[in-house]
């Protein structure tokens, strides 16, 4: 009856709706934790739940993660006194800002406006790591002449992205 009431529980009182068999799974991973934890006297690994359930490492981690309460984005997590930090700060990609967006976005515009030798000299030059010698022998033009065609699209590249 207790286990039918804890089932009944972890069904009801989940702010997310998770599948039966998932919520059974979880009901099993915390009852062999459990025993696991009173056996050993320590908290046992996911893989020790895993080997004791016969079930595959990911689906025991899924299970868990199933069965636990939500945190808001904006739930503090940390505080200093005065001011706090949230989950969002900590998780928030500096890295893919909407400036980011914006500037990669006005690099592809002034790629596209770049001829097909020049597009192949930067690609060689930048994305390849040759040197301008390497390019140039590549390409089947001199040194000088991938200096100046590296010099001129770069210009034109900057060019076209401040008139963006």
Same mark, same amino acid.
């Not at 079930?55 to 636990?68: I, K």
């Not at 808001?72 to 001011?83: A, C, K, R």
């Given at each position: 009856?207790i ?8 069904? #009801?009182h ?6 039966r068999? !998932?919520r #059974?799974?979880a009901?099993?991973? @915390?009852q062999?934790?459990e ?5 050993d =006297?320590?908290?046992?690994s ?7 359930? =016969? ?7 899924f299970?868990m993660?199933?069965?636990?309460e939500p945190v808001s984005?904006y739930e503090p997590v940390?505080?200093d =006194? ?5 989950? !969002? #700060?900590?998780? =928030?990609d ?8 914006l500037?990669?976005?006005? @690099?592809?515009?002034a ?5 097909p030798?020049?597009k192949?000299?930067?690609a ?8 301008? !010698?390497e390019?140039?022998?590549a ?9 100046r ?8 590249i900057k060019k076209?992205?401040t008139?963006?």
């Amino acid at each position: 009856m207790i286990a039918g009431e804890l089932r009944r529980f972890l069904r #009801d009182h989940s702010a997310l709706r998770v599948s039966r068999s !998932m919520r #059974d799974t979880a009901y099993r991973v @915390l009852q062999a934790k459990e025993k696991l934890t009173v056996r050993d =006297g320590r908290e046992p690994s996911i893989e020790e739940i895993a080997k004791e359930l =016969g079930l595959p490492r990911q689906e025991v981690v899924f299970a868990m993660d199933a069965v636990c309460e939500p945190v808001s984005l904006y739930e503090p997590v940390f505080n200093d =006194g005065g001011e706090s930090s949230t989950v !969002m #700060d900590q998780i =928030g990609d500096t890295r893919n800002t909407d400036e980011h967006w914006l500037e990669q976005i006005a @690099l592809e515009e002034a790629m596209r406006r770049l001829t097909p030798r020049e597009k192949r000299i930067l690609a060689l030059r930048f994305y390849d790591g040759r040197t301008q !010698m390497e390019v140039a022998r590549a390409v089947g033009i001199s040194q000088a002449q991938v200096s100046r065609l590296e010099k001129n699209a770069i210009s034109q590249i900057k060019k076209n992205i401040t008139a963006s």
